[in-house]
Structures are given as C-alpha cells and as structure tokens.
C-alpha cells in the first residue's frame, strides 16, 4: 500500500512549494484543511512559513492541536517539520511574545544573539553539519548546503536527537529526529537536490 | 558560513518577459519562449534564488502573472520571491500559495505601513523583501517609487532606517542607471549605507559578465546579487558566471 502524505494546511506557508517538490519525486500529496483527516495519513507534513505565534493561534482555530498530539502518539506514522514546523514542535519561542509551542520535542526558540556583520534574518544557502548517521542521509554528504530563512533558532547542543547542526553566529539545530517526528530549520524544497534527496529518503520510510 | 547567493530577476510586463534599460521595457517572449532559450529548468539549478516581478504597465495582468509564478514554481527548487503592485494582504497571500516564498514590495514601503506590518505580523520579516529603486541625482541618491516615476522626498539613509524598523527582512536595491546597461554594477552604494543595516543586501542593476557579480559580491556587505540582463546571461550564462565565480574563491553553495 502507498503512504498517504498530507500537508497541514493551517494558512501559513508555501504550501505549493512543497507539493511541487514532491510531484517532481513522484510523491502524491493531499492537502490537510480539515482536523478530522488527520488520522487518515501515514506522513504529515507541518510547513511554515512566518511568526510562531500566529501559526499556533491559526493552529488552534482548526483544531488541529489535539488530533496532531493523538497522530504522533502512534509512533507508526511520521510527522515532517519543515522551518517555522521544526520550532513549532518545541516547548516555546519568543518570537516577538512569549508563545506556547506543541511541546513534542524537549527545546525552545528564541532569537539569535546579535553579532555585529551577521545580518538577521539568516538567509541563504548555509552548511549543515551531520554529526549522526542515519538512513535518511542516503546520498547527502556530512557536510552538504542547505536553503534558510529565519531570524529565531534553536540552540544546538549535544543530543541523541539533535542530528544536524549549522553555524551562524552560534550552533543552530537544523535536523532534529526522534522516533517518528523528522523536523528540519531548512528548506529541503528549496534546496537543490540536496533537498530533493533528503526528501526522497524520508518519505521512503 | 553563510554563503553568497546569485538571484536571477525575471520582469514580467503585460503579458511577456521583457528587458529593462534605465526603466524602458522591451518585449522579448513569453513562457515558451524562456524555456526554449533558457531551458529554466536548467538554468534554476545554477542560480540560488529567484525573483519574478510583475511590473505591467497597462493593466495589472494579475491573473496570468499568478498562472506564470505556478507554471515556473513547479520546476524550480530554489526560493522564489515574488512581488509588483503589492496592495493588500490577500494578493500576499495568493502569491504565497501560487509559489512563492517571499514577496518583494516597493511603492507600498513608502505609501502603505499597515500593509507592511501586516505582512510582517502573519508571514515574518524573513519573508518580506524591501524593494529601493534609486538614481543618483547631483552626487545624490534619490528614491523613486511607483515604477520608477515618484521621487520620494527622503534621503536614502532615513529611508533604509525606516523600512529596517517596519520589519523589512532583506533589501534589494536597484540603480535605476545601471539597470540593463551591462556596464557595471553600482558599488559606491553600499558604502553610503552601511552603517545603518544589519539585514541582508541584495544588489541589482548593471550587470553584464561574471566580473562584474565578482566585483559587488566580495564586498562583505553584499550578500546577493542580482540580474535580470536576460541577453547578457542567455544559454548558460549564469552556469557559466556561477562557474567562473567559484573558481574565484566566492563563497558560493556547491551542490
């Protein structure tokens, strides 16, 4: 049987971005509008583009909080975090207030500090850092290019679950993995075929 | 560290691509005719980012402008940033859901905050590009709004302090002088404004070669540069110039 894949579709983000980037691997999507259909999906992606605050006010507008909680419970389907979807599923950020996050996954955002020359946001192509193996790195190098934009991040620090980290001013969290929640600070959409080959291994999970 | 970035500007004016000179638009094809000269596909993979302007003159052409961002978003895996005649949140909107990553606005910096800070608030600075056309006028840099027509009555220090505190998360800054003229990019710019940015530069106008992105980009203040020269670049020019540049040592991302 085919995996279902759904892109939680809570009004925030490059929706389209990441279902051309999968129709080009031949993986069928759906978008997920409706909180009732999450239980129908294999893999959920939660994308993200823009402020935390509003996304989990938009969040919980659709009710999405609880079935999203139920959905990772059950450890045989995966949940995908793609950017804002990396910070999303920690405990708070701080980005422009105090917010609440899922709290699946055991860090925090804030700001990045400020360094003089290091303009914010962190745009561009930077190198993110491997320090684990794991099949989903098939084909990508140790050290391979990946596409960001963000101006809050999450602390890197020495972590089972922390597998990648890149550097801008400090260590930042870019590939986070436990059980069955994948979540990334880059965009594999927008990342050449780096991308497109990290996305390919996670969805042939 | 991060890398440098090439953007590749597309202008999209009534319904076709066209070339800008000093702001004077000329009409060179349509979709079909960019795949067959550019093979985009191709091409996107030699470029880090993407930007697609619509700056139609006779009618907004919002429709097809939305049908072209999705037809070139489907095959292209670098960020797109979209933007021209920007007027509400929904039109942001749209853009983010036909391709587009980030939107690029430039009158509305100067005639509309409410706008800006609306975009700021649902989709972050780091989606919103700061458009800045300017001429230098007596040894002076002026603003020009409104497709190049409006002269803002600002200098351009007060007015990268301003849009920086609205949110702007990355300025693109154009010179409307060198736009198209091959001969150069304007670097004297960037000195004039340096001091009062911490944000990402992207620079635009006046490039025909590799030398000439090589002569802005090692200025560390520069973090992009730009060209919408579509005969400078034609065939695999941009491959040729990404090639070029990374042999010169420019931090450039290798895929």
């Given amino acids: 049987m085919k995996a279902k894949v759904g892109i939680l579709d809570y009004g925030m983000g490059n929706i389209l971005s990441i279902i051309n980037a999968l129709n080009y691997l031949n993986i069928k999507s759906e978008k997920i509008t409706n909180y009732k259909k999450i239980d129908k999906f294999d893999f959920i992606i939660l994308p993200g583009v823009g402020a935390f605050g509003e996304a989990m006010k938009n969040l919980k507008k659709k009710n999405f909080i609880e079935p999203l909680s139920n959905y990772v419970n059950n450890k045989n389907r995966y949940l995908v975090g793609i950017c804002l979807g990396l910070q999303l599923i920690g405990q708070f950020s701080s980005e422009i207030s105090y917010n609440k996050g899922l709290a699946f996954a055991d860090f925090e955002t804030k700001k990045f500090t400020v360094k003089k020359n290091f303009p914010i946001p962190h745009v561009g192509f930077n190198k993110v850092i491997f320090e684990k193996k794991n099949d989903l790195l098939k084909g990508i190098d140790d050290e391979s290019y990946f596409y960001f934009t963000h101006s809050y991040r999450i602390k890197y620090r020495k972590n089972n679950f922390f597998l990648g980290y890149t550097n801008y001013i400090e260590n930042f969290l870019s590939l986070y993995v436990k059980e069955n929640i994948i979540a990334m600070q880059f965009h594999p959409e927008k990342s050449q075929i780096n991308g497109l080959n990290l996305l390919k291994n996670i969805f042939k999970l | ?255």
């Fill in chain 2, 1 to 255: 560290m991060l890398k440098k970035r090439i953007i590749f500007t597309l202008l999209f004016c009534d319904n076709y691509f066209v070339l800008s000179r000093n702001f004077n638009l000329q009409k060179v094809g349509d979709l079909q005719w960019l795949e067959k000269n550019y093979n985009f596909k191709e091409t996107a993979k030699f470029i880090d980012e993407l930007i697609i302007l619509n700056i139609s003159r006779k009618n907004n052409y919002k429709k097809e402008f939305i049908n072209i961002l999705k037809k070139i978003s489907a095959n292209v895996f670098v960020p797109i940033s979209a933007g021209g005649g920007i007027d509400s949140i929904e039109m942001v909107s749209e853009l983010m859901n036909s391709g587009a990553d980030k939107v690029i606005v430039n009158s509305a910096l100067a005639n509309d905050n409410k706008l800006i800070s609306k975009i700021v608030k649902t989709y972050g600075s780091q989606s919103l590009v700061g458009s800045i056309d300017y001429l230098k006028i007596n040894n002076l840099y002026k603003i020009m709004i409104a497709n190049g027509k409006i002269q803002l009555n600002t200098t351009l220090s007060q007015y990268i302090e301003k849009i920086v505190k609205m949110g702007v998360g990355e300025i693109y800054l154009n010179s409307i002088e060198r736009d198209g003229t091959g001969q150069g990019m304007d670097l004297t710019i960037i000195n004039k404004i340096k001091k009062y940015l911490n944000i990402p530069i992207i620079l635009a106008g006046g490039a025909g070669n590799a030398q000439h992105f090589y002569d802005a980009i090692k200025n560390n203040k520069i973090n992009a540069v730009a060209t919408a020269n579509l005969y400078n670049f034609v065939g695999d020019g941009l491959k040729k110039s990404r090639s070029i540049l990374i042999n010169k040592k420019v931090d450039l991302p290798v895929w």
